[in-house]
Each structure stands twice: as C-alpha cells, then as structure tokens.
C-alpha cells in the first residue's frame, strides 16, 4: 500500500485505500539504518482536514501475549564478511558432527520440561502446557511424567511411552538419585514412588516446600543433583504496569536453593532448604557443569541487560532486585527484598547477547568426551538450537566466551541430557509467537518435540575455544586454517551492559578494535591475536573470516567472549592471610550431653579440609592439651560439654592462646567448662536452656566480618537454641543475633546474640550456636561461615619474617603515642601508654616509614573519627583508601570509599581507581583492619616493564580487592615518578586518624 524504502530523512508517503466497516488488519514492516529511526502511521478519515496518529485505542494485539522486546537502538549485523548462516544470522542447519533421531512416536507430542534416565536405560519425561496467559491459575495440574523405553535405538517405532504420573504443577525439573526420582514442581520438590514395583508412581512424598509462587512466572527451575542434594532455581514475578514488568514478589524468589530430600518436617519447612544465591530472574536451567561449578542460567529483563550464564557462589547477587515499592491487591505494601539484594553484584561467567546467540537460554550441559571436553552446550526456547560454551579462570574469576552450534531441531531446545549411549537427548517447548521458536521452513512456532543427537564422527572447520591472553586473545581452531596471519581478517567489536529498572538493556560504550598483530601455530590450528583497547569487564565480539587449507568455510565465525578479567603477568601465589591453610585440631569429647550430629560435624570438616586445603586431626583424648599444641593453629570445640579439660590441660590451651592460638566453638561449646572463668571469657558465653528444635530468624548484625558478610539478609534456618547465663555483648564483638519474636522459647530478650568472635588473651576466638542438627553440617552457608571462622582465628601469629613498625621507624612530627585510642568530639583521644599512633590534628603531617619497600604484605590497624578519612601508600604512591564510609551500600561504592584502590589525577580530573568488592568498615570509633598483599612495579634497564599490583586486599578480613594493577601513582602521593622502592607513607594530613599494630613483611 505504502512504499518508503530508501536512505533518507523520515519523510511522509501517502496512499489512499478504501475500507468497509469494521477491523481490518494492517502489516508495517520497518526497518532502519542510518536516518532519523523515527515510525509514525498516521491516517486521515472522511471528511477530516488532517492527518493524526492513529488513536491506541483502535488497535488491538492478541490477548495472553508476554512482549519481551529489549529496549535500545536495533541494527543488522554485517561484520567479517558476507552475511549468512553463522556470520551474523542464525544457524539453520545441523552440526555436521552429528546425526539426528526423532525418538519420540509419532503420536506423542510432549512439551518437555525435563528429562532424566533412570539406571535401567529407560528415559523420563515430564511436559505440561505453559500458562502464559499472564494470569496466575493454582488449580492448573497438567503436567505429566512419561517412561519411554528402547530409545536409545534408531527406530521410533520401537519406543514405547507409558504414562507414570499426572496432576502435576509445572514439572521443569527432574532428577534420579540411584532409584529415587525427585521432581521440581511449582510449589514443592517432591519425590515419586512406585508402591508396588510396576513402573508407575502411584504415591508422592514432599522433600521440599519453603517457598511461595504466587504469580503465574513463578516457577521452580531445577533440579540438579550431587552427594545427595537437590538444587533448583526460583523465578520472580510479571506483573503489568510494574517497571521492566517487574512486580512484587515473596520471601527468597529469584534464589538458587539446596535441598536435603532425606530431612524434609512439614512443621519446619526450612529445615532443609538453604537459599545460596539471590538476584536471579528466570534462572531457567541449573546443572553440575565443568570442573563441579554449580552453574545456572539467565534470561534477560528487569536488571538483566542480557542473558547470562552464572558460575553460583555462596551469597552471591546476580543483578535482578526484587520490587519492593510496586503495590497491587496482594501485596498492599510492596514485595519482599530479595535475601542477597545487598550483596555485591557479581559478574556473570557468561554474557549470550539478546537476538545475536541467545533469546530465552535454558539448559547448560556438559560434554562428557571428544574434543570438547569440559565445554558446554546450552539450549534456547526462542532462540532455538544449541550453543557452544566454555569457561576458564582467571585471577579467580570464571569468564569464557560461546559460539553458535547448531540448529535443525523440531522445537526449541529446553532441556538436555547424555544417555547410557553417548547420544545427547534434546527437549523443547514452546508456548506463543513470543515464546517459542520458530521454524524458517513454516514460518511456525513450534511447542513441542523430542529427539537426539549422535556423534557420527564427522567435524567441522570452527572455531574449538578462545582464550584470553595478556595481550588480546589465543583462537584455537578444528582444523588448520589458510592464511591466519592476516590482520584484516578479523573483525572485533566490544561493549558492556548497566543494569536498569528496564525490561532487557541496550549495549553501552561500543567500540571497533583492530587486530594488530596475528601470529599463527606451526600446524595452523591456533592464531594469537594482539588487539590494544581491551578493556576489563567488556563483551568482546570477534568474527573470523577466514578458511580451512582445505577451503571450508567456518561452521560459525563469530565468538562472543566475556572478558571480566584480563590476564595478567604471574604474580606470586599469596594471600593477606596469615595462615591461609592453617592447621586445627577438632576436638569433640563429652562428659555431659552428647550430640547424635558430632560424626556429621567431623564428616562435614574432614570434607572442608580436603576441599580447601588446610590440615584437620580429630580427637576425643583431652590429653593432647597437656602435651602441648604448639603443631596447631587452631583449635575447634566441636559440640564439647561437661568439664573435660584437667587442670594440666587447662593450662596447656592457655598457652596455646597466649601464644597467638585461634579459637572456634561450635555449639554446645558454650556448655562446657562452665566453671572455669578463663574458658568463659575465651568462647564468651555459657549455656543456660533452650526450647524445642524450631524455625528461627537470624539478624546479620555486623557484616564487616568474613564469617558474615555473605550471609543473606533474612536467614531463616532450623536449629536448637539457647539461652545464655549472661549476654556475652559487653565482652565480644556481636556478629549475628536471634529475633525471638520468631520463635518460642526464647528468653534473652531484644538483643539475642548468636555468633561472635574476639581479640583474648593474645589469641582469636570465634563462636557460633549453630550446629545442634546433624542437618547442619551438610547446608553449604554454615560450612561457609565456619570455615571463615577457622581463617579469622587463625590470623592471630604475625608471621615469620615481619618487621614490626614501632615509633623510632616514621617521623612522628605531628603524631602522639598512647596505649590505646577513642574518639571524642571528633578527634583522636589517647590514654597513656605505648603502641598507638595517633594524630592530634594540630600540626597535619604524614607517617613516611625511614625504611624502603617493594613486594610486601602489610598489616595495618586504624580507626577514624565520623567524616574521617586517611590512606595507606605502598611505596608512598599507591593508595588505599580510608574513610568512614559505613553502613554505605555497595552499589553506591566508589573508589574514594574505605577499601577502595584510589583514583589517579591528571590534567585537574581523576581517572581509573577501584571501588572495594563489599562495604566492610566498621563504624567510626571502632578498630579497623587492613591486610595487604603488594606487588610493586618491575623495570629492566631504567624502563618500567610491568605496573604495579595489589594482589589483595582484606578489610576486616573480608576481600575487597583482588589483583588489582594500579598503572601510576594515584592521586596525593608522595611522588609522581616510579621506582623498585619505596616507604610506607600513611596520610596524616586530611585529619584525626589513629594506628597500631604496623607491621611489613618483605616478599621475594
């Protein structure tokens, strides 16, 4: 009717075309290049004198319908050569690696939402419709599981489906632990059971049931399986009208939750269930990936830019804020703030741009064997087909990069799974036009389908991986490749993405980089790829125009890589912490009550010790305290009562504190020794009472701790709780506390502590009340939490080879000495004494160290009036920051903020400089604590060859930096040139401050 095609500015067209009565469709098919992007449809009726834009309320759009269109300017991508399958448009066919086999019978037409194989071969199936009508339907149990047999043959017709289960609630997860066969549904994990042998689960048992879905985008993703436990994902809400169509949740949605199956109470549904990360909106896929990564995926929208692949930490954030402001009839005050919302956000293992690899990615399997190994393949509703996926660490840090794979399925891809055949089954689902994939053949959407893939030996010309380099990228090829080295052939692209309130998010801070310098293999399979401009925390897109010696084309040309971290030279091995493999001995008799849960507790530290790599014995001979415990640095009270130390033994773990010794009790910890007064103050508290085993919520008082700072904000776990004779606050330093309007029986009152740690006698101690439950001692976050109690204590040795800083070491012109610090009316107050450092205010003026330094570890203790603000320069240049800056969140950090790594200044403005990883400052008045690991600047012959580094840095012993290169001295130092050498310098001149406790290490 209309034709506006060409290169110009937006310019109207007019046609005149006459209608009857009624609706009548109307297609507008735009696109824009490089004019004005501008689309108006105007229309003129009888008898108007001009044209208007045709009123909303005349158009209509099909109802039931979730549009997902990110926001931002969309382009055709033309990049390295012509376009065509796999060089800027989708794959349309099959690897060439494999052959496919339609598995499922004719008349079987499943919506799969999960697959598993059971030991005997045999193959189950759940599948249901989806509800994407936008409304949330409770009563809707479609959702079936089927047993299909002989389908690892070739023959369709040999496969035989049979019915095991039905009244399901969206069935997207299953899993087979021996015999066992759990399945996710919407509002529960459930196990099924087969009562009487015949291959059907007549009978249902719930393991798992902490949580609600109220929303029709509820879901239940899942499950995974390891040593017995369950993991699955939980989806937040849609709600129209909210921003992004993020509406309000309930308590722990957009979490990665584990489950034990085995310890499921209905009366306390938390028992077995730990929320492990927050932040995830539609974590659609969740598996055991390479290298035992807990891997889970990510579909873009509110807060999410892009899709995503996540490596799960334990208190990880992972972008999606829950909407706590938007109200609707069932939530009249807004939703519920995610648990880790206040967490720092963590960068994704995997970015898989919207419309470019990805649109909806599920699934993410690992594969097994062959050439690529250890990769994974993930799956897309939308997007349909595979893609290739590895990862790989750097400095700490899981990033990798992703390739298209391969099409030519019947649906969109959802769930996968290898079978006893090698073969990889592949189900899809698909629901409306925007939910599904669509078949280019039919130009259809597709919802349902069921098959397999089988390596046949064959390959194809691809790219196999992409690594980072310290100068750009190594591309590893199938097969070799003709004429690598030309620059030319590369095309490289890269971009980030900022989280906002909106739905999806367009590409920030694009950028064209040219390939300077490729140097290609011997045997031409690998081609190393110098590209100046890479910038940290980027997507990098790189396409590669190039062909086989043999004249393939490359199956896919493009890569889309995620670079967080740039490699760097290889700095030494170490960490601020004093004693990162310390040894501890776990000590567990009784002469009172003895806990069923000690053999968990000692299962559950021998695991912990082989994993993270510090040393453990175990006894119940006391005598070893008497005998000395000079080959151990800490000590661990596990779940001890009555008196079961003599007075010999007394006195050898008083020596054993007083000699720098670490402290950790556990539990019933708190009920033994009761009257010996010096234990008391050791672990802090001593048992009175407690009520019934029950659900409880813990308060996270004081976060600038390790053993806290990543627990969630309402941590609402099962255990046995006590009361104490006295409340241990006046003593210790409270870290997390019990709200005893959430249980019964509590009698402390308002302040309720729980776990705590303190300075003693020359030595740490660290206590927790959890672990009455033998349950305990499988939930990954308490493990977490004593394992860094274990770290903290066993910090209290200066190590060998330190220098300690005392007065006779700086130029004390401005500062006092005193015993210890306060502060009052905004200065530093001194008592008489030695040890403390304080500046008066009077006469500004920095602490140079006399002595020069290069590699270092450095300890350093400070503490600042409200508004204070201080330094520490390695080498007199390199700052790291001090500042009150407490209770301040962690995503209004900037680098000025106590843990930050300082900006440089050039030219009147400020450039780089590093905002610390977590808020960990204490309040002002209190005792702070750095710990640093240096790396200071190399040079051969006068030129400077690499930069400087912090390789970490600990505040409170919590991480807030981590090898971190420093390109110059930042701004106020001493100096502005670089050299092998230099002093410690810690600024005076910006106010009050006052330190202790200074001490260096060199470092070869």
Not at 72 to 85: E, F, Q
Not at 263 to 281: C, E, I, K, T
Not at 424 to 451: R, S
Not at 679 to 705: M, N, W
Request: charged share 20%; proline share 7%.
């Amino acid at each position: 009717m209309i034709d506006n095609d060409g290169i110009h500015p937006a310019r109207p067209v007019e046609s005149t075309v006459r209608l009857t009565k009624g609706s009548h469709r109307l297609k507008v098919r735009f696109f824009e290049n490089s004019g004005e992007e501008r689309l108006l449809l105007e229309v003129r009726g009888p008898g108007k004198a001009a044209f208007s834009v045709v009123d909303k309320t005349m158009l209509r759009s099909p109802g039931g319908l979730t549009r997902v269109t990110s926001p931002g300017t969309k382009r055709l991508l033309r990049p390295g050569g012509p376009l065509r399958p796999g060089n800027g448009m989708p794959l349309v066919g099959l690897h060439p690696g494999w052959d496919l086999i339609t598995i499922r019978p004719e008349d079987f037409k499943p919506q799969v939402g999960a697959l598993a194989f059971l030991p005997d071969g045999s193959l189950l199936v759940s599948t249901f419709k989806p509800n994407q009508t936008g409304s949330f339907q409770p009563e809707l149990k479609d959702g079936k599981i089927w047993r299909l047999t002989g389908v690892t043959g070739n023959d369709r017709k040999k496969v035989n489906v049979q019915l095991v289960a039905e009244n399901l609630q969206e069935p997207l997860g299953l899993a087979t632990i021996g015999n066992n066969v759990y399945l996710s549904q919407r509002t529960e994990i459930t196990q099924l059971i087969d009562k009487d042998g015949d291959g059907v689960y007549e009978g249902r048992k719930t393991v798992g049931k902490a949580w609600i879905s109220d929303n029709y985008h509820h879901f239940t993703f899942g499950l995974a399986s390891r040593e017995g436990l369950l993991y699955a994902s939980l989806s937040t809400s849609i709600t129209s009208g909210a921003p992004g169509i993020n509406g309000p949740n309930p308590p722990n949605r957009g979490t990665v939750m584990v489950i034990d199956p085995a310890l499921y109470d209905p009366a306390m549904p938390m028992q077995n269930v730990q929320f492990l990360s927050g932040g995830h909106r539609t974590p659609n896929g969740i598996e055991i990936g390479p290298y035992g990564l807990l891997l889970v995926g990510e579909n873009q929208g509110a807060w999410q830019p892009a899709n995503k692949l996540n490596v799960v930490q334990i208190g990880g954030f992972y972008g999606h804020y829950n909407n706590i402001e938007f109200k609707t009839d069932a939530y009249p005050n807004g939703g519920v703030k995610g648990p880790y919302d206040d967490q720092p956000l963590m960068a994704p293992a995997l970015y898989l741009p919207q419309n470019e690899c990805a649109n909806s990615p599920a699934q993410a399997v690992t594969i097994p064997s062959g050439p690529f190994r250890d990769q994974m393949l993930i799956s897309d509703v939308k997007y349909g087909g595979l893609r290739r996926a590895w990862l790989e660490q750097i400095d700490g840090v899981w990033q990798g990069g992703v390739v298209q794979y391969s099409q030519g399925f019947e649906v969109g891809t959802n769930r996968m799974v290898f079978g006893p055949d090698g073969a990889l089954y592949v189900g899809g689902i698909g629901a409306t036009e925007t939910w599904a994939w669509t078949d280019p053949k039919t130009g259809q959407w597709t919802t349902y389908g069921l098959q397999k893939i089988r390596p046949n030996g064959k390959s194809a010309f691809e790219i196999a991986a992409v690594k980072a380099t310290p100068t750009g990228f190594r591309v590893k090829f199938t097969k070799p490749v003709a004429s690598a080295d030309r620059e030319a052939a590369y095309v490289v692209r890269q971009w980030n993405y900022e989280p906002t309130p909106d739905y999806g998010g367009d590409k920030k801070n694009r950028e064209d980089l040219k390939v300077t310098l490729a140097r290609a293999s011997k045997d031409g399979t690998e081609v190393d790829l110098t590209i100046p401009g890479l910038k940290e925390r980027r997507v990098v897109y790189l396409n590669c125009d190039l062909k086989a010696e043999s004249g393939e084309a490359l199956w896919a040309s493009e890569c889309w890589y995620t670079l967080t971290k740039k490699p760097s030279s290889p700095v030494q091995v170490t960490s601020a912490l004093i004693t990162p493999n310390p040894r501890v001995l776990v000590f567990s008799e009784t002469k009172g009550f003895r806990h069923d849960s000690i053999p968990a507790g000692i299962d559950a530290v021998k695991r912990l010790a082989a994993q993270r790599g510090f040393t453990a014995s175990f006894t119940e001979d006391s005598s070893v305290f008497a005998s000395g415990l000079g080959e151990y640095d800490v000590v661990l009270f596990l779940n001890t009562t009555g008196d079961v130390l003599d007075e010999r033994e007394q006195v050898g773990l008083q020596r054993f504190i007083a000699a720098g010794g670490g402290y950790v009790g556990v539990h019933s910890a708190t009920d033994t020794e009761a009257d010996w007064p010096w234990y008391v103050q050791l672990v802090g508290a001593t048992f009175k009472s407690h009520p019934a085993i029950q659900q409880a919520f813990i308060k996270i008082e004081d976060r600038a701790h390790p053993t806290t700072c990543f627990l969630p904000n309402n941590w609402t776990r099962v255990d046995e709780w006590y009361n104490f004779k006295a409340n241990p606050r006046p003593f210790v330093r409270v870290l997390a506390t019990l709200d005893e309007a959430s249980y019964q029986g509590g009698d402390m009152g308002a302040d309720h502590p729980i776990i705590w740690c303190h300075e003693f006698d020359g030595g740490r101690s660290w206590y927790t009340e959890l672990g009455h439950t033998s349950s305990t001692y499988r939930e990954p976050i308490f493990l977490e939490s004593l394992y860094q109690g274990i770290l903290w204590v066993a910090q209290a040795k200066r190590p060998a080879g330190s220098e300690v800083l005392g007065p006779k070491d700086w130029n004390l012109s401005g500062w006092n000495e005193g015993g210890n610090a306060s502060i009052a009316n905004g200065r530093v107050a001194l008592v008489p004494g030695t040890g403390v450092l304080g500046n008066t205010g009077a006469s500004p003026s920095h602490l140079v160290s006399k002595a020069q330094y290069g590699d270092c570890q450095v300890h350093v203790e400070f503490m600042i009036p409200p508004g204070g603000n201080s330094g520490v320069y390695l080498q007199g240049r390199y700052e790291v920051q001090i500042l009150d800056s407490y209770g301040r969140a962690w995503r209004d950090l900037q680098h000025s903020d106590c843990g930050g790594i300082y900006q440089r200044w050039k030219n009147d403005a400020g450039f780089e400089g590093t905002p610390p990883a977590r808020n960990a400052v204490r309040p002002p008045g209190q005792w702070n604590t750095y710990d640093i690991v240096f790396r200071a600047p190399r040079f051969e012959g006068g030129r400077k060859t690499e930069n400087a580094r912090f390789v970490e840095v600990r505040l409170n012993g919590v991480i807030v930096q981590n090898d971190i290169e420093v390109t110059g001295p930042t701004r106020a130092s001493m100096a502005e040139d670089e050299v092998a050498t230099g002093p410690l310098f810690l600024q005076g001149d910006h106010g009050p401050v006052a330190y202790r406790n200074l001490w260096i290490k060199p470092l070869k």
